[in-house]
């Protein structure tokens, strides 16, 4: 199994389609269109330039883009309109459309067929929720580091961004069949422990009989700086119990 590593972002999408065996709608437009401005154009080199259409589901934009890089005479037609409607021709099979028009100025404008999507959902609602996931054919072992809040002041709405996200991303990986270990530090591990002990200790000598209500964990923080600030012995004491924590 790989072993642990730490992704950016563009490659943690990349590794979710990929092992995940998800390919998008607006990819398979594409590839579509891939192959028809091959079999139209064999001696050209053109990546299908797809957008979101007003006069259909999906168009592409190629024939006209085709005319600023070649001739005529190495296209062999004489406008963007007769390579549209050549494009055209070649996506008449396709069974991803339903409609397929050819505008003169070029543009190629497709509707999705509605009997390809039923097929698709079919092949979903048969999958009992799987959503047509396959199983990872290669089993990785992924660390999620992920909430690791400073556990030395009061947890806020901001960390549920991280914590959602980190177990959304966790549970996704494990749905596929991946072995996912969550990570989760705690946070600022260093003078806060020791500042906060410290005046734990000075303030509630008796802390162990009489545990004291820190219940607003900002202001016994708040107490606990300012007397780390302003005390040189408090703050020696602080670094000490640092060391002794580490030591432990």
Known sequence: MQEFGVWKRRELNSFFFRSCG?????????????????AAFPSVDHAPIITVS??????CNSAMALFKQKS????????????????????????????????????VTVDISGAWLCKDLKEILKQKGHLQVPHAE??????????????????????????IIGESICRILAFH???????????DWGTQFGMLIEYLHSQFPDYKANMPDISDLN???????????AD????????EMVVKLQGE
Do not use: C
């Not at 998800?22 to 091959?38: D, H, I, P, T």
């Not at 996912?180 to 530090?185: C, G």
């Not at 202001?219 to 600030?229: G, T």
């Open 138 to 163: 290669k089993k990785l072992r992924v660390m999620v580091d992920f909430s690791s809040p400073n556990v030395a002041k009061e947890m806020h709405v901001g960390h549920l961004r991280s914590t």
């Open 232 to 239: 040189e012995d408090f703050k020696t004491r602080s670094r």
């Open 54 to 59: 007003k006069f259909g589901d999906f168009q």
């Open 177 to 187: 069949g991946h072995e996912v270990q969550r990570i989760n530090h705690i946070g």
């Open 72 to 107: 005529k005479e190495e296209l062999g037609v004489q406008s963007p309109k007769e390579a549209g409607e050549k494009i055209a021709a070649q996506l008449k099979d396709e069974s991803l459309f339903s409609n397929v028009q050819a505008s003169p100025q070029g543009f």
């Open 219 to 229: 202001a016994f923080y708040k107490k606990a700086k300012a007397a780390f600030d």
């Open 22 to 38: 998800l390919q998008a709608l607006n990819v398979q437009v594409k590839e579509a269109f891939r192959r028809a401005l091959a």
